[in-house]
């Protein structure tokens, strides 16, 4: 049987589908991996959005004179998200969302129903889902063709890279995501779009088997669809309760900066002590 680089080739009997087997089977859950993946992808929000607050904060004192108080940060990013959330961005960030790009959805579909939620508001909720289960299938499509093209070897050493890296990849990541579609076959490309660190990286076993690229979009249309459904139902509740976001929004605000604060520390505090034990 010819030998891969971290794998062989095998059948799947029951999906047809030949793909790369990974040697090491990682039987533990994910959770871990997940919420440190989420927690990085959040922490570079949370720096973008209070760059942002110090500039709207600098930009009021300076040239707003008749305010009599200072907006809060969930006002300034609910101000903003109202002012450049359209049906192109939706599809954008989700299309960097689904492919390798640290876009995290749950910070582009919920807020863009919130905002449409909002008197006046051009936004219609189901467009949201739409437009963003097609920047779904965009970024998908993206990895997969990428993988078809470049093989395993250099999707591999690119995980393994400093832009890899970079981007949150690891060749750890892709084993998982490649020991999953291997489980679960064609179907995997609509389970694997609702579990975190799996989703965004289901497509490129795909790509690397071959799959059938017919069954690969209505299944990752399908896991796509259902993933922003729920992500739109967030967003929904948050409009729903905006009476109580606007009261409390100070508070609210010094909650996410003190989360990110802590978040920073403890990805700090790892990243020393991995490079230690390396």
Known sequence: MEQAIQGQIIENKNSGLIYMSSRRRIPIALGIVELNLFMKKTVILLFLLTGFLFAANASNDTLIKDTTEN??????????????????????LMTAESSILPVPSEMVIPPAVYVAMQPGSKLNIFLIILFGTLGALLGATLNYVVSISLGRLVIYKFADSKVG?????????????????????????????????????????????????????????????????????????AGKNQDIINKYSHEISYGFLVIGAIMVVWLTIKTVRNRKKA
Not at 211 to 236: K, V
């Open 71 to 92: 907006k809060s940060f969930i006002s300034v990013v609910e101000e903003w998200y109202s002012e450049n959330t359209n049906y192109l961005s939706i599809t954008l």
């Open 165 to 237: 890296r970079l981007l949150m990849l690891s060749s750890k990541k892709l084993d998982k995501a490649e020991d999953f579609f291997n489980k679960h076959g064609k179907t995997s490309t609509f389970i694997g779009r609702l579990i975190p660190v799996i989703r965004h990286l289901i497509s490129i076993p795909a790509g690397l088997s071959k799959m059938n690229y017919f069954s690969f979009l209505f299944y990752t249309f399908l896991g796509a669809g259902l993933w922003n459904i729920i992500l739109a139902l967030l967003g929904y509740y």
